[in-house]
């Protein structure tokens, strides 16, 4: 098959690019916005602005229009089927694991902009799979997010203030996201799939695994404020593919510490102290 992915580059997109088998030519398009002008079997979109302030950022809409303009594009070329990457911010909070037809009530602007473009992608006449991804984590995550936030403070010796962590989401590898989406890429699935690992944990449970396994406990400091909201997938259609996760989440968490432990003896001089300085680190939301 012939395979189009953008943001080839980014989190999701750089698995992606290691889980899809050899023998498909795969081409990327980067910000010059150029389409190959061949006859495609699929596209995965992927590209998207995830920079810091994202969630609230009025050029989310932006890429609805551009999304929009690819998918039309690509309708003229006769590709065949188009995979989508939503967030489960999509949805209204539950504490019930949340299924496809799940009530929608996205409350960020980048939430809302998916929604939007979901939608608007069902008027073309290809394929269209959507999949909606719960909490990502792993290797190449953004720096400045929950989980690579604590590790980072932690290994230099930083303390961190975090919510109360009552919040549940559905932590799933970014390994695990790459093969779940090649898996919808190359079903005929149509419609939303939710990616996620269909197991709730609260995220004070995450943080607390985390200085425990890297034995700082003592620098998990309690902040005052946070949110009880829930979303964790029910994921019976992704696992209908034959999908299963490779990473329970204490292995996923061990792969995520080596990585950035490599990242900052690679790039950051070791700070400790006696007196450990502090960085807030606040949940970064749903998507």
Known sequence: MQILVTGAT????????EVIPSEHKVYTMGRDGIIPQI??????????????????????FDWIQYTKSLAYALQELKCKRFVGVGTCAEYMSSPEPLQEDALLGADSLYAIAKTDTFFALQDTSMSVAWGRVFQPYGPRERPERLIPSVITSLLKGVSVETSPGEQVRDFIHVED?????????????????NIGTGKPTKVKEVVNSLGTMLSRPELILPYLSGTLDSYYANNEQLRSLGWEPKYALRNGLKSAIEWWSHEISRNLPNRTSACPAKQNVFYPGRG
């Open 10 to 17: 980014g989190f999701i997109g750089s698995h992606l690019m």
């Open 39 to 60: 006859a495609l079997d699929i596209c995965i979109h992927l590209a998207w602005n995830v920079r810091p302030g994202y969630q609230s950022n009025p050029d989310n």
């Open 177 to 193: 996201v790459a093969t779940a989406i090649w898996k919808v890429a190359e079903s005929s699935l149509v419609g939303a799939v």
